[in-house]
């Protein structure tokens, strides 16, 4: 089933949206997606395949999948991944979850990790167990660094930001403008459930945040208000 799926993944080729999506994806020389392949297949096209492959392709298969070098079949993989979680018993979803834990240097770009993480991970540890959250959220990697914040948007959504606020707060100093982008959405969705808790963090950090941090943290509050932070982050 995983050549008739690349098969049909292939014909869909694009050479003029894959030059966009490389832009997209910073795959050039030097930057963290220089290696990956981009076959230039949109999203639609990609859930379409999928739905058609999803129930008969094996979790194995699934992994190997996953290990692709194609960033679009990497993300259908993913695609796959999530629905086989969702149907999944308890021990089944550990299961998938450690193979996406193992896996992770594969989900190695910013769509990879934001469609996926919060639907697997965030789902399990806000559900079941933290094992290995803090592993990967103090880790030196990048992309185990996103997916324990941007996991944590399942959190957020069940009214639960102990996790998300204290890791905000242990990358303030963060160099990498993607965990400035994902902390600063992820405040932004606290925002969105619990103004006061968010206006709470600014008033005592909105000076220290990255700059695109604070931007997309203060997105769905009032022009004032923004206007406010915003000054202040420029005053101390």
Not at 134 to 150: C, T, Y
Request: one cysteine or more; glycine letters at 2%.
């Amino acid at each position: 089933m995983i050549k008739q799926m690349l098969k049909d993944l292939t014909k869909l080729k694009n050479a003029d949206f894959a030059d966009w999506s490389k832009k997209l994806l910073n795959v050039k020389k030097g930057a963290y997606a220089q290696n990956d392949v981009v076959w230039g297949i949109k999203v639609p096209q990609i859930r379409n395949i999928t739905k058609k492959y999803s129930k008969v392709i094996t979790l194995e298969e699934t992994e190997n999948l996953l290990k692709s070098r194609v960033h679009e079949v990497r993300f259908a993989s993913l695609l796959i991944l999530i629905k086989k979680y969702k149907s999944a018993p308890q021990i089944e979803k550990l299961k998938i979850v450690k193979l996406y834990l193992k896996n992770s240097r594969y989900i190695n770009n910013w769509d990879l990790v934001d469609l996926s993480c919060y639907k697997i991970t965030g789902h399990y540890w806000y559900n079941y167990s933290l094992e290995g959250y803090w592993e990967f959220a103090k880790s030196k990697n990048l992309w185990k660094q996103r997916i324990a914040i941007v996991s944590t948007l399942y959190f957020i959504k069940h009214g639960r930001f102990d996790e998300i606020l204290k890791l905000s707060e242990l990358l303030l100093n963060h160099k990498h403008n993607l965990i400035h982008k994902a902390v600063g959405w992820m405040l932004r969705e606290v925002g969105k459930q619990n103004k006061q808790t968010l206006t709470s963090f600014l008033d005592k950090y909105s000076s220290l945040m990255p700059k695109i941090m604070l931007r997309y943290s203060i997105e769905k509050i009032s022009l004032q208000e923004r206007k406010y932070y915003l000054d202040l982050s420029k005053k101390l």
